[in-house]
């Protein structure tokens, strides 16, 4: 499995004032510190901003992106999902896994039978759900993320064995 080579760190949730800031969500552990993980990029790569936070505003902060001047040109970047490069994020402890590197990975139940793909992570604020796509017309399920359901998490061959509880996926 291939790492990607960038991580998403955030998201333009749109303007902020008149003078071009925007609002911009955190999804980093530390939320002040996407800052210092620039300069940020689009999802294609196509765009980058250096990053300055000038004040913390519900759900998330004011910030300036380099290039940005204006309401109009700040409200045009709504809904932009912002990425930093991996090398310039923390190194993560034992147990630690950046969603990025989750998703694609096959699910296994404890007995070795293939369950499906995470295809998503998701967390309303209650803790991590994987979103697993699993063959044929049964859809997605979610999975806790927790070390009872998933006790095994293998980046280098691909794979997460989880317990999963029983009634929790039909």
């Not at 760190?9 to 530390?30: H, P």
């Not at 309401?71 to 923390?90: F, I």
Request: negative net charge; hydrophobic residues 40%; glycine residues 12%.
């Amino acid at each position: 499995m291939t790492e990607p080579e960038r991580i998403m760190v955030g998201a333009i949730a749109g303007a902020f004032g008149v003078q071009g800031e925007v609002r911009l969500k955190s999804f980093c552990a530390d939320p002040e510190a996407i800052a210092s993980y620039g300069p940020l990029f689009t999802e294609d790569g196509s765009r980058s901003f250096d990053v300055t936070l000038t004040r913390q505003i519900p759900q998330g902060f004011a910030a300036r992106l380099s290039g940005v001047r204006g309401r109009e040109a700040a409200e045009a970047l709504k809904g932009t999902a912002l990425y930093a490069g991996r090398d310039a994020l923390p190194a993560l402890g034992d147990d630690e896994f950046y969603h990025a590197d989750l998703i694609g990975l096959t699910v296994y139940d404890t007995g070795g039978a293939p369950v499906g793909k995470v295809t998503a992570v998701h967390n309303h604020g209650a803790g991590d759900l994987l979103e697993v796509t699993r063959p044929g017309p049964k859809g997605a399920a979610l999975l806790p993320f927790t070390r009872a359901i998933v006790p095994t998490v293998d980046l280098a061959s691909g794979r997460i064995v989880a317990d999963i509880p029983e009634g929790l996926i039909e």
